[in-house]
Structures are given as structure tokens and as C-alpha cells.
């Protein structure tokens, strides 16, 4: 398998555009066609910056700002638990129905795009990937996969009023508690092996 190809499947197993699809039909629940496809480019756009510029600079980023990746990946975590336990719930989550009123664009932004699609897992990948490359031309590599995984979110977003339907109508309870336990699963994973590597490297 080429490296591209490496990258693409890592990176798609990671972002999983098709696991984010009921998050993003329940912030856009109120939205026609046409916003809902706007959404999804302004998502697949902000997913594609995000992993681009952690591809090409991430290390030098958490490094500025004196983060380590552990507590980089443990926050993260976090925040995706929290998400998830509120999606098992069936509740909705705080950043679409607060106090203070929150616009659906701020929430594809927040928590859709980050941390829920360009994650700290999805981050920690595109910054292994460059790291393991080592050149330039890797790195481009690295990117270009970046636009594809950017390509298929956009794709599935898009098509999503065709899933609405049988995704709200038969299985909509389902499937968001579903990947709320999925979330909770990821969340742990990144949280637990965050802390371990804060504490516990050698």
C-alpha cells in the first residue's frame, strides 16, 4: 500500500465522516438544502485548514505554546466524553442549546469541525504521518490525503438530506446513542493514553 493510500485510510478511520453525520444533521436540523450544503463546505473547508496546517506546523504550534501532545490529546479526550455521555443521554449538548444563544455556523465550527472531526486523534495522525516522513515531499503526501478525507466529509455532509429522513425517522435514537457511546469510547482512549504518556514516559 502506497503511502498515500496509508494515510487516506488512517485518516478516514479517524475523522469518520459517516460517524459525524448525525451530529451534524442535529445542529442543522432547522436548515434547507441549500445552508445544509453550505454548512458542509464551510466544515470540510475548516477540517481541511485545521489538518493542513497541523500537517505542515503542528509541532512547532503546541511547541510555542509550550503544550505538550499528551495533555494536547488528554484535553481533547475530555471534551469528546462529555460530548458523547450528553449524546447517550439523548440530551442536547450545551454548545447547541446554552444560555446564551449559540448560531448553527458556530457549531459546525464548534464542536462539529474541532474537536470532533479534526480531533486530537485526527491532529496526532497528520503529525505522526509528517513526522515518520521526514521531507518535503511527505508532507505534501500528508496534505493531499488531508484533501481527500476533506472531499469525502464534504460528500456525506452534502448527501445528508437524502439520509435525514431514515436517520431521524427509523433509527435517529439509535444512532446518535450509538456513537455516543462510540465518542465515549474514543474520548477514554485519547484521555487514558494522554494521561499515561504525561505521566508514565519513559
Known amino acids: 500500500m502506497s503511502e498515500l493510500a496509508q494515510a487516506i485510510a488512517a485518516l478516514l478511520a479517524i475523522t ?15 436548515s434547507d438544502r441549500q445552508t445544509r ?26 511547541e510555542a505554546f509550550g503544550i505538550s501532545m499528551p495533555a494536547f490529546q488528554a484535553a481533547g479526550g475530555l471534551v469528546i ?5 450528553e449524546m ?5 449538548t450545551r454548545v447547541q ?12 465550527l464548534v464542536p462539529f ?4 472531526v479534526a480531533g486530537p486523534g485526527a491532529i496526532t495522525t497528520v503529525i505522526t504521518l509528517t513526522a515518520k516522513s521526514g521531507d518535503v515531499e511527505g ?16 460528500l456525506v455532509l452534502a448527501l445528508s438530506a437524502s439520509a435525514g429522513r431514515f436517520i431521524r425517522g427509523r433509527g435517529g435514537v439509535l444512532v446518535v446513542r450509538f456513537m455516543g457511546l462510540i465518542l465515549v469510547a474514543i474520548g477514554a482512549q ?7 504518556a504525561f505521566f508514565f514516559a519513559s
Not at 20 to 30: C, H, Q
Not at 88 to 92: T, Y
Not at 99 to 105: A, K
Open 16 to 30: 469518520n465522516p459517516v460517524g459525524a453525520l448525525p451530529v451534524f444533521l442535529s445542529i442543522t436540523e432547522d
Open 37 to 62: 450544503r453550505r454548512y458542509a463546505a464551510l466544515a470540510s473547508g475548516v477540517v481541511f485548514a485545521i489538518l493542513a496546517v497541523s500537517a505542515i506546523g503542528g509541532r512547532w504550534i503546541l
Open 81 to 85: 466524553v462529555l460530548m458523547g455521555l
Open 88 to 92: 447517550l443521554q439523548g440530551s442536547p
Open 97 to 108: 442549546h446554552s444560555d446564551r444563544p449559540i448560531s448553527e455556523e458556530d457549531s459546525i
Open 113 to 116: 469541525a474541532m474537536p470532533m
Open 139 to 154: 508532507d505534501l503526501t500528508v496534505v493531499l490525503a488531508v484533501a481527500v478525507i476533506a472531499l469525502i466529509l464534504f
Open 190 to 196: 485519547y484521555l487514558f493514553e494522554g494521561v499515561k
